[in-house]
């Protein structure tokens, strides 16, 4: 990575885990947040993708939060570095930040309580919110479905008539029971600045969502419109749920 690079894009992979926990991957320096970049539990290798931004001194941190400590059960971390953010590009780093956690009781956070119906579009407002600014076209999220009672799928995308846009039939993450999920994903923000969420489950499933603002996408100088708009419209490079 090259002196003076504002984030890191990496691949988060937790392994040799003997007790259930997350990993939290954000800026040297910086408040622990409540953001996880991976859950993982025994037995499995997880991996996931995310953008961290450094700190002054070009540095990220990293601290796994389980029930045990770490003498107890610790856990291995294996980061690779994949790409990096310099200054002037139109990706901006920032403090991870969670804007959605459906469970219930202290750790709920915003406008959707209790696990997603199957089949039914959420809509949550980000432009402006969350370290967003109102302008961006574009957010970097790690998205995660917790607890999921049936196998299904769930799929992010610019909610640009809110809860009435019609649903891509492209999978973000694909999900089983017994298994939290996350997935990284750029999802381009549309006029109303909303993104959507729906659960593809049988009638009787149900998941849980969290949802966590990791990057800023901005404009393109120039007038020549938002970076991702075309690149990330729901009917370009559609593909089969799986």
Do not use: C, W
Not at 3 to 21: D, F, W, Y
Not at 214 to 241: F, I, K, W
Request: net charge negative.
């Amino acid at each position: 990575m090259p002196e003076g690079a504002t984030a890191a894009i990496v691949n988060v992979t937790m392994t040799g885990a003997t007790t259930v926990g997350n990993l939290r991957v954000y800026p040297a320096g910086e408040d622990l947040p409540n953001a996880s970049t991976v859950n993982f539990a025994p037995g499995r290798e997880k991996a996931n993708g995310t953008v961290v931004e450094l700190s002054a001194d070009g540095e990220l941190a990293f601290y796994s939060d389980s029930p045990v400590s770490a003498a107890t059960s610790p856990v291995q971390v294996v980061i690779d570095v994949v790409g990096y953010v310099t200054v002037g590009s139109d990706l901006a780093g920032s403090v991870p930040t969670r804007v959605v956690d459906t469970r219930a009781g202290d750790g709920h956070v915003g406008p959707i309580a209790g696990a997603l119906s199957p089949r039914q579009v959420y809509s949550v407002g980000l432009a402006g919110q969350a370290g967003v600014p109102a302008d961006a076209s574009a957010v970097v999220l790690n998205v995660t479905a917790v607890g999921p009672t049936s196998i299904g799928n769930l799929r992010v995308f610019p909610a640009a008539d809110g809860t009435s846009t019609e649903v891509p039939n492209a999978s973000t993450i694909n999900y089983v029971p017994g298994r939290d999920i996350p997935n990284m994903v750029v999802v381009a923000l549309p006029a109303n600045g909303e993104v959507g969420f729906y659960s593809d489950q049988p009638a009787t499933g149900t998941v849980h969502l969290v949802v966590d603002v990791v990057d800023v996408v901005g404009y393109v100088g120039g007038g020549s419109g938002p970076l991702l708009d075309q690149r990330l419209a729901p009917q370009q490079g559609a593909m089969a749920a799986i």
